[in-house]
């Protein structure tokens, strides 16, 4: 056996053992997470306010420790175009689904801009049922879908009373397309938006409009801004790349911050806007294709943390005052 491929193997064990101990990791402080639950639990009976603010509280502290690891040890970098991020402030992020990895980008950015304690997903409804994964993201007011609205729009209404709440910080993070555009979901996806008469896309999925819409229908006085962002990864990108120390990828982003007082309220007039900024990031994720980046000059996003992940976003108001 030659030496480079002795070292090959032996790198590639290095590799297995650091992801083998990041996952569990992981797994102990979930259990940890789980133990302070149950220790809390009380409060949920006497008054769920208090019970919520300490959840949320050792949830911020848990979640800065995905962006210092995927940073880090990790070795990921993120590289943005287009315009800033305006921190401190609620929003709205849309965005490509292209990977499984799609929410790195998100923890890598949102610490400078004081919310890595205050992300919610709009998520698939399967995930709720992943061991403590589902009923951590359930507390931090993520909102499970069933692709029904009958049937969502109950939960969506109770959980956007807390978003209302002025005290309350958070990004709304939704993946219109539902799903991840892979090659085969974007032929389905063509073949189904000629039928329908609707825009065709050659490198991203059509955009379901339904929960986008009920959000800036019922956040548009919280939420100054929508990101429409949009995400290129190499073609070599893979969960063992994201997530095994060193080695990290290169995830490029282009921003597009949109004034909320621009977006139409009709819902027909809403589709067809939807409509237009998708195309556009079709022709995007196009452009990266060929050229490896994104249109503009792109910068190297530092990881840095504001001093509110540290004193925590949410005060008792939060759950308690209109």
Request: hydrophobic share 40%.
């Amino acid at each position: 056996m030659k030496y480079s491929e002795l070292i090959n193997k032996i790198c590639w064990g290095l590799k297995i053992y650091f992801a083998y101990g990041f996952l569990m990791s992981i797994f102990i402080q979930i259990t940890v997470l789980l133990i302070i639950n149950v220790i809390i639990l009380p409060t949920y009976i006497l008054y769920r306010p208090i019970y919520q603010w300490i959840f949320q509280r050792v949830t911020e502290v848990y979640m800065m420790y995905f962006p210092l690891v995927f940073y880090y040890i990790n070795g990921n970098r993120l590289y943005i175009s287009g315009d800033k991020f305006i921190e401190n402030v609620n929003a709205i992020w849309i965005s490509n689904h292209s990977h499984w990895v799609d929410f790195i980008p998100v923890c890598l950015v949102a610490p400078k801009c004081g919310r890595i304690g205050a992300m919610r997903y709009f998520m698939k409804d399967d995930i709720k049922k992943i061991p403590f994964i589902g009923f951590g993201f359930y507390m931090m007011d993520s909102i499970y879908l069933k692709r029904n609205f009958q049937l969502d729009q109950h939960h969506i209404n109770e959980t956007f009373k807390r978003f209302r709440n002025k005290y309350y910080p958070f990004w709304l993070i939704i993946f219109p397309e539902g799903t991840r555009a892979k090659p085969e979901k974007i032929v389905e996806a063509q073949k189904y938006c000629l039928e329908h008469k609707l825009p065709i896309y050659n490198n991203v999925l059509n955009p379901r409009h339904t929960g986008l819409f009920v959000a800036l229908k019922q956040l548009r006085n919280v939420v100054p801004y929508v990101y429409d962002i949009t995400l290129g990864y190499p073609n070599t990108v893979s969960l063992a790349s994201c997530f095994c120390p060193g080695e990290g990828v290169n995830i490029h982003m282009y921003v597009n911050r949109i004034d909320v007082k621009e977006i139409p309220e009709d819902e027909t007039e809403f589709k067809q806007w939807l409509c237009t900024i998708w195309k556009h990031k079709d022709e995007l994720v196009g452009y990266y294709k060929e050229n490896g980046h994104f249109p503009g000059t792109e910068e190297l996003y530092p990881l840095k943390f504001t001093w509110a992940d540290f004193t925590g976003y949410m005060s008792q108001e939060c759950f308690s005052l209109p």
